[in-house]
């Protein structure tokens, strides 16, 4: 009987061990999962491929050229005063 | 201790007992740069750090969207380009800008070569440039595949080949370079993090060097090359010149941007065959058309084998430069290698042109 008890007590506790006699909640863990994941996920949803109108492109063009452009006039400017004061500085 | 030339303002004094900042711009001080008829080259250099720098911050902004999977690779792209606020400016800004560093890259050092400006004390600055170019090539290639689209996809699948031919080496670094026997997620992921994390440390730390050599040493003038004017000091003529050099580069690549904005193909499949007329980037198109040039075999040598170790000796040569060219060091003019410089740049642009028009054929 001994014997007969430590048999079937390592059988439960393999059974135990390899999950069989635990409550199966892989599913519902999986599909919390899901829900969390997919709240989190961006939409990449396929869109067509459409960028900005032809006038609105220029527009980001014009904005870039004046705002640069201008941006180097005046580094210019700066640049001639600069280069004057050390031309006098060397006369 | 304060020096006599040290700040005035409490917090620059503040700063200047705990950092050496006068010091530095001293130092930035010191350098001039020769005025004379070859001083409109000393820009590209600036330039290439100018567009590294706005591949460095758009780079930042689209990895917080992109996704290095093959599943998810090319749809984050589509929503960058789609769905994100600028998310098509901020691309088209990355891809437009990838491409004239590269070319600016060139410039820089094909100038640098032809006026012989890598003699005596600039040896490790053409060591280091040399280095700068193949790690922007390698920002090219890893950088080409992560949209995940077909071009893309089949593009690095004959890229990744190439090397096969070596000896010794060859599988080896095919294997490293796709992380398997074949494209797919791994080699995604392994593109990305040398594009992003690799490649970019690797870059700032020669870069770095590269710069405080360029501080320590100045700008070279060539043999023969007489100054017109006074040298200009770096700081602050010469950087004005050099933001106004950048702030043109900035509006050509806005043109680029806005006018030819980058879109994306369609998704790769690798069970599809390779699209027609597929071929990698312009600055890899030499490479690319001078093995369509050589036969397969020759003398029962293989064709690709044959360009591996040209391109290989080449680039051990070029690398060489400084110590080859004995005229140069010698501080005599150099025409034979002036002459080889301009029929490498002759060979590069034909062979870029040819590839573009045997799709037109």
Request: aromatic share 12%; with cysteine; charged share 15%.
């Amino acid at each position: 009987m001994r014997y007969f008890m430590v048999i079937i007590a390592g059988i439960a506790l393999w059974m135990q061990g390899s999950g069989i006699s635990r409550v199966d909640t892989s599913k519902t863990d999986s599909l919390k999962q899901k829900d969390s994941v997919e709240a989190l996920r961006p939409h990449f949803v396929e869109q067509p491929i459409k960028f900005p109108g032809v006038g609105t492109r220029m527009a980001y063009l014009a904005v870039g050229v004046v705002t640069v452009g201008g941006l180097a006039v005046l580094l210019n400017r700066k640049r001639r005063r600069i280069d004057k004061r050390l031309e006098e500085r060397h006369a | 201790m304060i020096s006599h030339q040290g700040p005035s303002s409490q917090i620059g004094i503040w700063l200047h007992e705990r950092l050496p900042v006068v010091s530095v711009k001293s130092f930035l001080k010191q350098k001039l740069v020769p005025q004379h008829k070859h001083s409109f080259w000393y820009f590209f250099g600036g330039l290439t750090l100018f567009f590294f720098f706005v591949q460095v911050v758009t780079g930042v902004l689209l990895s917080l969207y992109y996704k290095p999977t093959p599943d998810q690779a090319h749809e984050s792209v589509r929503f960058i380009i789609t769905q994100v606020e600028y998310g098509w400016l901020i691309r088209s800004l990355h891809s437009w800008s990838a491409n004239l560093m590269v070319g600016s890259l060139f410039v820089h050092m094909f100038s640098v070569f032809l006026l012989k400006a890598y003699r005596k004390p600039r040896e490790l600055m053409w060591l280091s440039g040399v280095l700068l170019m193949f790690l922007v090539l390698g920002f090219g290639f890893t950088g080409y595949l992560l949209p995940w689209d077909s071009m893309a996809y089949f593009a690095t699948l004959i890229g990744t080949e190439i090397p096969k031919s070596m000896p010794v080496v060859g599988e080896w670094s095919v294997r490293l370079l796709k992380g398997g026997d074949e494209v797919g997620g791994e080699t995604l992921s392994r593109a990305y993090a040398i594009h992003v994390i690799i490649l970019p440390l690797t870059a700032l730390v020669i870069v770095t060097f590269h710069l405080l050599l360029n501080q320590m040493y100045g700008s070279s003038v060539s043999v023969g090359t007489r100054s017109l004017r006074r040298p200009l000091p770096f700081l602050p003529n010469f950087a004005y010149r050099d933001a106004i050099a950048w702030c043109i580069g900035f509006v050509a690549l806005v043109a680029l941007t806005t006018v030819f904005p980058w879109s994306i193909g369609d998704k790769a499949d690798p069970l599809a065959s390779a699209p027609v007329g597929i071929k990698p980037e312009w600055y890899f198109l030499p490479l690319y058309q001078t093995l369509k040039l050589v036969p397969s075999r020759v003398a029962g040598i293989s064709g690709e084998l044959i360009v591996n170790c040209l391109v290989g000796v080449a680039s051990l040569l070029w690398l060489a430069v400084p110590f080859i060219d004995f005229k140069s060091r010698a501080e005599l003019r150099s025409p034979v290698f002036t002459v080889l410089g301009v029929l490498l740049i002759v060979y590069l642009c034909a062979t870029i042109v040819l590839a573009y028009l045997g799709d037109m054929i």
